[in-house]
């Protein structure tokens, strides 16, 4: 039996790569091997590892990296912690590929552990650019370390090629987000305001907003543009997540408690809302606002507008149904106006997908299976 090993260290990502974890479990010629790190372990981001078990998952090895920090210094440690712990998990486990997805700073570190140990690493998400976060670099390096390329449109699979990635080691299957949105049996309104236990009133927000680390404006600066511009909309209920532990990301969490403390008959915020409960919301919301990927790539696919914050995102494939504005509050202010007018509604719900259409997992699956593994790589010229 192929055994592989799937790393996952936040709730989003993990919310990804649950039907792919599911496609491996079941096949009888592969053997699931699963790594959990980072926010899952950390009782502050809602110790998300337990929804992974309840699930019917079995974690094989927990690997702590998470400082409790989140300054630049502070983050660099928990990356080399990272190392450190992925090096004695990867040696325990001895798996064929480890699957990795995006370009947070926890996959990095094992990627690093993985390069140095000689073990295939297949990378889901590669060839995209977001230029307003240090994500950008540690994706393309992530590329540069691994050896089966799972993109989500064409352009992308050009760019990993571009970097020098043979064309046959790259495999254009869409984005697992719209798959979960087709697999998934999303909850109703009725349904989904139980579960919360807030109701989403006549015009509702999704909002979530992450540290832009590479942004011209400070974090601060950008989530208080944010929360001003909601009080413009008095009336709208707002459902908010918190922000990934990226540098300076506890700031703004505590700047959304006090701003939900302030409002708290149309605010709600959640830490981890789960997959299921975070999807739906994005089906019957008026409006995503914020910096996540979210925004990008499944929002579309659920015909809801995007306000999208910055330059977090820029350089990814943008869907006409997503408004970009700077992280001023007249600026957010004007893009939630548009993003919720009945012209702009129209044009949403006549748009689509770029990013596949779904079948994103057993495509994965079966190229896992199947494709010869090797850790001898030549670089591509064009």
């Known amino acids: 039996m192929r055994k592989i090993c799937v790393v996952t260290g936040t709730r989003a990502e993990y919310g990804l790569l649950y039907w792919l974890m599911k496609e491996i479990e079941a096949d009888t010629d592969l053997q699931l091997q699963l790594i959990v790190t980072g926010t899952h372990l950390s009782p502050e981001f809602g110790l998300t590892y337990r929804t992974i078990e309840e699930d019917g998952f079995v974690i094989d090895v927990k690997v702590e990296m998470l400082l409790s920090s989140d300054s630049p210094t502070g983050i660099a440690k928990s990356i080399g912690l990272g190392v450190i712990g992925f090096a004695d998990a990867l040696e325990r486990l001895n798996p064929d590929i480890i699957v990795v997805l995006g370009d947070r700073y926890e996959i990095l570190a094992a990627v690093q552990a993985a390069l140095v140990a000689r073990i295939p690493v297949a990378h889901i998400h590669g060839g995209e650019t977001t230029e307003g976060a240090i994500d950008e670099s540690i994706r393309h390096a992530i590329t540069k370390m691994s050896h089966l390329h799972f993109v989500a449109a064409e352009p992308y699979h050009n ?21 979960n949105i087709k697999r998934l049996q999303l909850l109703d309104r009725t349904q989904l305001e139980q579960s919360i236990n807030f109701e989403l009133g006549t015009t509702c927000f999704l909002v979530t907003y992450h540290p832009a ?21 008095p009336n709208a209920k707002v459902v908010i997540t918190k922000p990934n532990a990226d540098t300076d990301g506890r700031i703004l969490g505590q700047m959304i408690d006090e701003y939900a403390l302030l409002n708290k008959a149309r605010v709600v915020v959640f ?36 306000v999208n914050i910055g330059n ?17 509050t007249e600026s957010i202010m004007t893009a939630i106006r548009n993003a919720i007018s009945p012209s702009f509604r129209k044009g949403v ?27 001898t790589k030549h670089f591509y010229d064009l």
Not at 275 to 300: F, H, M
């Open 159 to 179: 760019r990993v090629v571009q970097l020098g990635e043979h064309p046959e080691t790259v495999f254009n299957v869409g984005a697992l987000g719209i798959e």
């Open 213 to 233: 680390t590479l942004g011209t404006t400070t974090p601060q600066a950008a989530m208080q543009a944010l929360l001003d511009a909601l009080d413009h909309f």
């Open 271 to 306: 830490t981890s809302m789960g997959q299921l409960r975070y999807l739906s919301t994005l089906l019957l919301v008026d409006a995503v606002i914020g910096n996540s990927s979210s925004g990008i790539i499944e929002a579309p696919a659920c015909k809801t507008p995007t």
């Open 312 to 328: 977090r995102q820029s350089g990814r494939l943008k869907a006409d149904s997503i408004i970009d504005c700077q992280e001023t």
């Open 349 to 375: 719900e006549r748009g689509n997908s770029l990013y596949g259409y779904g079948e994103t997992a057993v495509n994965i699956k079966e190229h896992l299976k199947k494709t010869t593994l090797c850790t």
